[in-house]
């Protein structure tokens, strides 16, 4: 079997509670290499809470994640030790989280911000490193007499690329993504999405993105899950879901939409 | 009135077992720093607490002590410091580095070579090199736990970036056993190479922060830098006004307000020591003409 017809994530019976609370309950997917995968519903349904034990930043009540590593062997995520899933968060997984400023170094210069990743993984030449940081800057649009600024200089939609640019420089094969647009007017967001999607073609990223925007997941993703309550209540192809919703709560949500 | 009657050495025996198991933890683990119960000592913070309790953990009835402060033994700072231990602990002191054998420092290295019979004791102000770019202490001591040290070359990065070169001078962190990045308190790079397989003991207390660490004799102690921008130490361009040395750390004096300057070694014991042996400097004048 190739590698690319084995799952690189694979969540199994994900349940959170928070004592009587249900933050998410019963999710189980697979995400293969090169997939985007969508995360859709309203606030509370339970999405950053799957987002964030999918990504091993909060322990799972029931249920289990698993993650097929560099070496090819799929391994339970809870039985990482922390420098390990330290290390696979700085290598071969990405975070893109909606506000910059939690991704990024606000005080320190938009090159340290894309090589900091590398010097993480022991580069010790600045010329290469810089030489790197500087590319990324281009793939994401960023002008490269930029690369001595600060992010706290940039605005919210060079933040955000400089944020994934940051994300990508260690070629992961897996980024999550936390509402990337958010907060990002509609022709920045636009824009954003464009080069996303370019990037995740042409890395064959995959991809797992929780957000609240519809197109957004029209744009991006293959495949679709729609939560509500903490479930996941229909799931499918993108077009599939959209177009054709079952569930009378995704036909709510897909009618919401104000046409453009 | 009684007048007061210390300890030897004025910290009470239970402090100095206490301070001294910190020490011995931090011998054995060089470069990790060992929280320990620091204590108000009679000095403000920043004036050398955390210098002057291991100093009076480690003292005993034989040791002769030597207080330095930028290098100079008659600045404020280091005669207080000598004083307070004549009075407390009536050990014998000294300014000539090689008959000391316990030298309390802040801000240098002595330029004489250090040997095995000695102890060096730095007073630290902030010992955690990672501060200023991870303000979180659960953070910092999680990245030392890992040995995640990416940080420390951002910080280089951004000197480069900003400066060309690594603009760092001071407190220029060391990679200590090929393990633990540490501060090497704010003594200038010039003597960060002094450390690396050093035959003294050198310890370093923190009183405000609470914090002592150790490197042991003939540990290695490396600068951190970048393939292509490595490590330099820097030195004024000049021989010492007083005792002609071109290789000792120095001074810059400004000597008058129409920008005359003279440049003398900073280690005061040093520079007398070679003045004493007949070698001459310039001097304040060859090249300056006093109004």
């Not at chain 1, 290598?91 to 340290?112: C, E, I, K, N």
């Not at chain 2, 001294?20 to 403000?44: H, T």
């Amino acid at each position: 079997m190739r590698d690319n017809d084995r799952p690189l994530l694979v969540c199994e019976g994900l349940s959170k509670s928070y004592g009587r609370h249900i933050g998410c309950k019963d999710v189980s997917f697979q995400l293969y290499p090169g997939e985007v995968l969508a995360i859709v519903g309203e606030s509370g349904s339970g999405k950053s809470t799957l987002l964030q034990m999918l990504s091993t930043q909060l322990q799972p009540s029931k249920g289990r994640v698993s993650y097929r590593m560099r070496d090819g062997i799929t391994r339970d995520l809870a039985t990482l030790g922390e420098a390990e899933r330290r290390f696979l968060f700085r290598t071969d997984w990405g975070y893109v989280h909606q506000d910059p400023a939690m991704g990024l170094r606000m005080a320190v210069s938009a090159g340290a911000n894309v090589g900091e990743r590398l010097m993480a993984v022991g580069w010790g030449h600045y010329g290469k490193i810089r030489e790197t940081s500087s590319s990324w800057l281009e793939r994401v649009e960023i002008s490269t007499d930029r690369i001595d600024d600060a992010p706290k200089t940039y605005s919210g939609g060079m933040r955000q690329r400089l944020q994934i640019a940051r994300n990508l420089v260690t070629e992961p094969r897996l980024v999550f993504m936390d509402e990337p647009t958010g907060g990002l007017d509609v022709s920045v967001q636009a824009r954003l999405l464009d080069l996303v999607r370019g990037l995740v073609n042409e890395l064959g990223l995959a991809v797992v993105i929780v957000t609240h925007d519809l197109a957004v997941a029209r744009l991006l993703s293959h495949r679709v899950m729609v939560m509500k309550g903490g479930e996941v209540i229909e799931t499918g192809l993108t077009d599939q879901v959209l177009d054709d919703p079952h569930e009378p709560y995704t036909q709510l949500l897909v009618s919401s939409i104000l046409p453009a | 009135m009684n007048a007061p009657v210390y300890n030897f050495a004025y910290l009470d025996e239970q402090t100095k077992r206490m301070i001294r198991r910190a020490i011995l933890k931090a011998i054995a683990i060089p470069g990790y720093q060992v929280p320990f119960a620091s204590r108000e000592m009679p000095m403000p913070y920043g004036w050398g607490t955390g210098g002057v309790q291991v100093t009076a953990a480690i003292l005993g009835q034989g040791d002769t002590l030597k207080v330095i402060d930028q290098g100079s033994d008659d600045t404020t700072n280091a005669i207080s410091i000598r004083k307070f231990f004549e009075k407390t602990a009536n050990v014998k002191t000294t300014t000539v580095t090689s008959d000391a054998t316990v030298i309390q420092t802040r801000h240098r290295i002595p330029e004489t070579a250090l040997n095995d019979n000695q102890v060096l004791v730095y007073q630290v102000p902030i010992p955690e090199p990672l501060r200023f770019l991870e303000p979180r202490e659960t953070e910092t001591r999680r990245m030392h736990a890992l040995g995640e040290y990416g940080l420390m070359h951002v910080k280089l990065y951004e000197d480069i970036a900003r400066h060309g070169h690594i603009a760092t001078t001071y407190a220029y962190p060391v990679k200590v056993n090929e393990r633990y990045v540490m501060d090497p308190s704010p003594t200038p790079k010039f003597d960060n190479p002094k450390m690396d397989d050093c035959e003294a003991l050198q310890l370093f207390g923190a009183g405000r922060e609470k914090r002592i660490y150790a490197i042991p004799p003939h540990t290695k102690v490396t600068s951190l830098d970048f393939e292509d921008h490595p490590f330099e130490t820097y030195r004024f361009d000049a021989p010492c006004a007083l005792c002609g040395s071109k290789t000792s750390y120095l001074d810059e004096v400004v000597v008058d307000d129409k920008g005359g300057r003279m440049f003398v070694c900073s280690d005061t014991d040093y520079c007398e020591t070679r003045r004493a042996d007949g070698h001459k400097g310039a001097g304040f004048g060859a090249d300056h003409q006093v109004m």
